[in-house]
C-alpha cells in the first residue's frame, strides 16, 4: 500500500496546490487509513476569524447587487473545476476522512450535482404573487440575499456539506465562511484553492464582478467556529454536526436572534415487514449500517424487523457481515475504510459494552487490522441483537454498530419503536405492503426528515430537501426550496388605483 503521504504529494500536484502558507503547530492532521501525519497547519485565532467575517460582509455588500444569473456563472465554473479535478480531490477526501475510493468519488460527484443544480435555480429564485383585497393594486413577494453565511461542517462529509451550502448561498448573493472540521481541513483548502480559480477564471471574463473575500476559509476547532455563531455579521449560520455542537451553537445564534440551519445527529432505523423482499433488504441493509465504517449522519443504526422474517433475514446479514471486506480505503475491493480516529474506536467499544450490559448480544466490533498502522483504527462491523429497544439505541454511536430488535404486532407498533427515540433524520421500511408504506409516509407514521420504501437511510440526492427533525435539528439543505434558508424574503404591495384604500375596511379619513 502506498504511503499516504506519498499519495498526499500526488494530489496535491493535481490540484496545483501548495499548502506551505498554511503550515503550523497547531493542528495535526493524520490519515486514518495508516495513521500517517499528513499536514502540521497553522490555526485562525479568534480575533483573526472576527476580522474574516468583516471582510466577507463587504464582499457580500458589493455580490448582492450582482444579477443572480451571473452568480450562477461563477458556480458553473466551480463544477467544471470539480469535474476536472474529481479524481484528485476524490482521493483527497478518501486520505483525510478514510473513505473507501468510490465514496470519495462519490462526494466530489454530490458536489459537481449541487454546482449543477444551483445554476439552474439562479434563474429561479422566484417570489409568488398574490391577490389583493383591495382594487388597483398587487401583491408580490421578492426574494433577497442575506449577508454572511458561516458554514461549519463535520468531518465524515468534509467537502459535499460545504458544497451544498456554498453553492446555494452563492447563487442567492450571500459571502460565505466555512470553518470545516479540525479533522478534514485539507479537503477544505483544497475546496478553497478550486472556488479562488473559478473566481479567476470568471474575473479574466468579467473584472471587478467578484469582490475581495466573497468565500473564506478558517481553520481551527470549536473556538474559530464559536465566532461564527456569535458573530453578529453572520446573518445565516449552517451547522453540520454532533448534538452536543448544535445544543451550543443554537443557542449562541439564537441569543442574537439569527437564522440557524442545523443538521445534526441522526439515530436511523429500518423497518423490515412480514413481506419485505429480504435479499433487496439484506442488501440495503449492508450499506446503510457499515458503508462510511457507519460514519454517515443517515447510518442505519436500529433494525426494526418482524419476529416472522427475523431469523431469514439475520441469517443472510450475518452470512454477509463475516465477508464484509474491511481494509485499506483506497485498495480496490474495500468496503470497510478505518474509523477517523481513535476516540471513535473508544466509543464504540464503549457503546458495545453497555449492549452487552443491556441484554445485547455482539457479534464484531473487534479491532482489526492492526497491521495497517498503530494509529489506524479498522473494526469489524458489529451487529448486536437487543432484548429490546434499551438506553444504549437512543444514542448516535459515529461507528458501524447495527442493534437489532424484533417486534411482533402489527406495523403501528414497529413505527412507535422506530420514532421512540429523539432523533429524526432517515428512516425506511422494506415491504410489498402499500399500506404499509403508505402509513409509514403519513403523518401517523415516521416522523423523520427523509422516509423511504424498499431502499435504505443513507445515499440521498441533492434533489431533495435534507435534514431531519427533533434533535436533528430541523434545518434543511440541497435540493427542492432549501434555498430560500439562504434568502430573506419581502412581501411588497403595490398601489396603482390612484386611491388610498385601507386593508380590512379600515377607514382614517384626513
Ligand atoms: P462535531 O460536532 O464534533 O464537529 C462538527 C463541527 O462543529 C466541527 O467543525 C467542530 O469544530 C465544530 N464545533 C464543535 N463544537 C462547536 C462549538 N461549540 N461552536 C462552534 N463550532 C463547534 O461532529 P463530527 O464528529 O465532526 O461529525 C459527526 C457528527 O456530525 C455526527 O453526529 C453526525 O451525525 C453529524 N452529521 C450530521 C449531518 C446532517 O446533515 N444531519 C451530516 C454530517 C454529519
New binding site residues.
Partial sequence: MTDSHTCLQQVLQALDLDLRAHEGTDLTIRAPRDGVVLASLASHTPEQAQAVVECAHRAYLDWRSVPAPVRGELVRRLGGLLRRHKAALGELVSLEAGKIASEGQGEVQEMIDICDFAVGLSRQLHGLTIASERPGHRMMETWHPMGVVGI??????PVA?WSWNAALALVCGNAIVW??????PLAAIACQHLLQRAIAEFEQERPGTVPEGLSQLLI??????????ASTRVAVLS????????R??AV?VAERLGRAI?????NNAMIVTPTADLELAARAITFAAVGTAG?????LRRLIVHASVADALLARLERIYRSIAVGDPLQAGTLVGPL?DRA?FDAMQRALEQARAEGGQVLGGERVREDLGAHAWYVRPALVHMPRQSAVMER?T?APILYVVRYGGGTDEAIALQNAVPQG?SSAIFTASLGDAERFMSAAGSDCGIANVNIGTSGAEIGGA???EKE??G?R?SGSDAWKGYMRRATNTINYSGALPLAQGVRFDV
Fill in positions: 461549519i461542517s463535520a468531518f465524515n462529509f456539506v470553518k470545516p472540521s479540525e479533522k478534514t481551527g476547532g470549536r473556538d474559530v467556529g464559536a465566532v461564527l455563531a451547522a453540520t454536526g454532533s448534538v452536543r455542537m448544535g451550543q451553537v449562541k442545523l443538521e445534526l445527529g441522526g460514519q454517515r449522519c443517515t447510518t477517523i471513535a448516535e459515529f433524520l435534507f435534514g431531519g436533528t435539528g434545518g439543505e
